[in-house]
């Protein structure tokens, strides 16, 4: 079944590690994002791809990095987590630009 | 810029009750218009869309909204919720900014239906 993956979907750790949040998709969809959520509040575009080797920061400025070495793979890593790095992450894709986009279940961060 | 206000962040309702949730955006171009729902510790999910044609536009689970041009505006409504409809709504419009396609999101509702 064509979908959007994210692991872990829960994740608490100290200042200072570097982690991945994963983001795969089985759709064959060529664009990709990461939106940052704080809790209720409305999401905010942090990378974005339009394909294998393209990546594009987003309105909202991040500390974090991301890379697309393979179509169907969308990862973001941060080297050095931070407790202002706690937030909810969110990875998207979409076939056409304009259309609509299909979400990930998303990754809590907690940083202590 | 284009940018999307949902002028209520919270709208209590009873069950069975009637429920409209706010959408308005900014916009000098054709636009594409999206209403998306969140439960708890989950992604969004897409609930309806408005990209050409019949101005009203329905969900599957009894969902409807109107796009008004002339009033900039993207309301949802039902007219009769159910307690498994408590969940985030987001208000979202499709835009062509900095050389790229996006979503803007408004600021979400929360809608909390109470028996």
């Known amino acids: 079944e064509a979908d959007i993956y994210q692991t872990p979907r829960y994740l608490v750790i100290g200042t200072g590690k570097k982690i991945t949040l994963e983001c795969s998709q089985t759709m064959g969809h060529d664009k990709m994002y990461w939106y940052q959520q704080d809790p209720g509040m409305e999401l905010h575009l942090i990378h974005y791809s339009y394909g294998v080797n393209s990546t594009e920061k987003g309105d909202l400025s991040s500390e974090s990095t991301v890379s697309r070495i393979r179509t169907e793979h969308f990862p973001l890593t941060l080297e050095s987590a931070r407790p202002s790095h706690t937030s909810q992450y969110l990875c998207?894709?979409?076939?056409?630009?304009?259309?609509?986009?299909?979400f990930g279940p998303g990754t809590r961060l907690t940083v202590l | 810029a284009q940018s999307v206000t949902q002028l209520d962040s919270q709208v209590p309702v009873f069950e069975e009750a009637p429920v409209e949730l706010r959408c308005n955006y900014s916009s000098s171009v054709s636009v594409y218009l999206f209403w998306y729902v969140q439960y708890p510790n989950q992604g969004l999910q897409l609930l309806l869309k408005y990209l050409s044609g019949s101005t009203l536009v329905k969900s599957i689970n009894g969902f409807e909204a109107e796009f008004n041009k002339s009033q900039t505006s993207f309301h949802l409504r039902k007219p009769s919720v159910h307690i498994s409809d408590t969940a985030e709504y987001f208000c979202a419009v499709s835009a062509f900014s900095g050389g790229y396609n996006k979503l803007i999101f408004g600021a979400g509702t929360r809608l909390a239906v109470h028996p």
């Open positions: 998207a894709s979409t076939e056409r630009q304009a259309g609509e986009q299909f």
